[in-house]
């Protein structure tokens, strides 16, 4: 397990919440005209969109190109936060080199701990927002480093004892391995073999795909996204994700501390932030392969998966006052084509937290849907994601807002938004931990605003 040194993103951290304050605190309400649901579309007119998340972020003007970005040189309006420049400091020092040329950036800086574990290793998802930073700044080599290198660690052997995983599986982390002897560097990756637990990332090849789109829109450089080895690398991540299995639904079926939540928390089953990023995967890879050859298939099965992903989604995952309702007086036992109750929730099971909780303006996506289980837990990354992606609608997006701007006290108050709500304690926790020391009510993945 890793953790994050605080002030290595406190940039990020005061830049966010600034603005996240600003915009629930003054936002206009919003009136939206209908929009029709995405199974109410043709596949041929949804697929030429070209917005896939980044023409609101990279191109925004909250957030400029070029050296004269707020996160470099301040805003237009003064001089920049201490807080900006001090974690520009900090990012700095944490980006790695490999024979000379930066590769990404470590987990954390923490010169107080003695046991660093796998802090000093460049995590993919750990560095997409750092290369979100670099890109807005101007500085994209480091980010086509970063994607050159992971691309080649792809083709590495990836065996955990005796059994071996699949060639798109992507690592979770890599170090840079210096022989002073022979003064030689390697890139030594991990797919989860090393990891505690030995759980192989499932985000780690969605991440990839983002990064990618995020490089080829902010820079304009297709060439990179339709290299042979690119292409080749976004179609063996696919093939894990698309190929055909047992599953009856289009969502993907994942272990435990298979993503950003990397320990034992019941998120197993089809957890909200996997889906999400699975969905944005999908929208970006379809603007970056190439219609020929392996590309034409794989294009055709992202846009099939995408229109039963996306009713999936909004339909089952999505939760509201209305909804819960429906859910409170659902039958059971249904058999038939026809049932309500589709995966057999019992209303029992819904925690009475739940009703304290939703507002009856807003709304969010459920932690998990699976037979006979709803988590009900909110969880930031996956809805966050939902919102960038377009996976939710206009009306969910401003709905997302709302519940955060409703509930403000309970999913920020006076730390960053939390990973979670609510946290699980006492003999839920046991259960559902296993007694993690590092979970604890409120810490970390449970409750907590880890990642930093």
């Not at 807080?83 to 980006?95: G, H, I, M, Q, Y």
Request: hydrophobic share 40%; proline share 5%.
């Amino acid at each position: 397990m890793k953790r994050v040194s605080s002030h290595v993103s406190m940039a990020s951290e005061a830049e966010i919440n600034l603005d996240l304050s600003r915009l629930l605190i003054d936002k206009p309400r919003l009136t939206l005209e209908r929009k029709r649901s995405f199974d109410e579309q043709s596949w041929s007119e949804l697929s030429h969109r070209q917005n896939d998340g980044f023409d609101s972020i990279m191109h925004s003007p909250a957030f400029p190109s070029g050296f004269d970005s707020p996160f470099s040189m301040g805003t237009h309006f003064g001089d920049p936060h201490p807080l900006v420049n001090e974690a520009w400091e900090a990012l700095r020092k944490s980006v790695v080199y490999f024979r000379g040329q930066p590769v990404g950036t470590i987990a954390a800086i923490d010169h107080a701990s003695e046991e660093v574990l796998n802090y000093d290793q460049v995590f993919v998802r750990d560095f997409v927002p750092s290369a979100l930073a670099f890109l807005m700044n101007n500085e994209t080599d480091i980010v086509k480093n970063f994607l050159l290198k992971t691309l080649h660690l792809q083709s590495s052997e990836k065996r955990v004892d005796r059994f071996k995983l699949g060639a798109g599986a992507m690592p979770a982390s890599f170090k840079v391995d210096r022989n002073q002897n022979r003064n030689t560097e390697t890139l030594v990756a991990d797919f989860g073999e090393s990891a505690i637990g030995r759980v192989a990332p499932v985000d780690s090849g969605f991440w990839w795909i983002i990064l990618l789109r995020a490089y080829t829109k902010y820079t304009g450089d297709t060439s990179l996204a339709e290299s042979p080895d690119c292409q080749k690398c976004m179609r063996l991540i696919l093939n894990l994700c698309l190929s055909e299995g047992f599953d009856t639904f289009p969502t993907l079926l994942c272990t435990d501390g298979c993503s950003m939540i990397d320990r034992r928390m019941g998120i197993y089953g089809y957890p909200i932030e996997i889906q999400a990023l699975f969905y944005m995967a999908l929208r970006c890879a379809l603007q970056m392969l190439k219609p020929d050859g392996e590309g034409k298939d794989f294009i055709e099965k992202i846009g099939q998966r995408l229109h039963a992903l996306t009713y999936h989604m909004r339909n089952y995952f999505w939760l509201d006052f209305p909804h819960l309702n429906n859910i409170y007086r659902y039958k059971t036992e249904e058999y038939s084509h026809t049932a309500v109750n589709k995966f057999n929730v019992i209303p029992d099971s819904i925690p009475d937290w739940v009703f304290d909780f939703m507002p009856c303006r807003g709304g969010y996506f459920l932690g998990n849907v699976s037979p006979a289980m709803m988590d009900f837990r909110w969880f930031a990354l996956g809805n966050c994601i939902a919102i960038i992606s377009s996976l939710a609608t206009p009306e969910q997006s401003v709905a997302i807002m709302d519940l955060i701007e409703e509930r403000w006290e309970e999913l920020v108050g006076e730390m960053p938004l939390k990973i979670c709500y609510p946290a699980i304690e006492n003999h839920e926790w046991r259960i559902i931990t296993g007694c993690d020391p590092k979970n604890t009510r409120w810490s970390y993945h449970n409750g907590g605003s880890w990642p930093g």
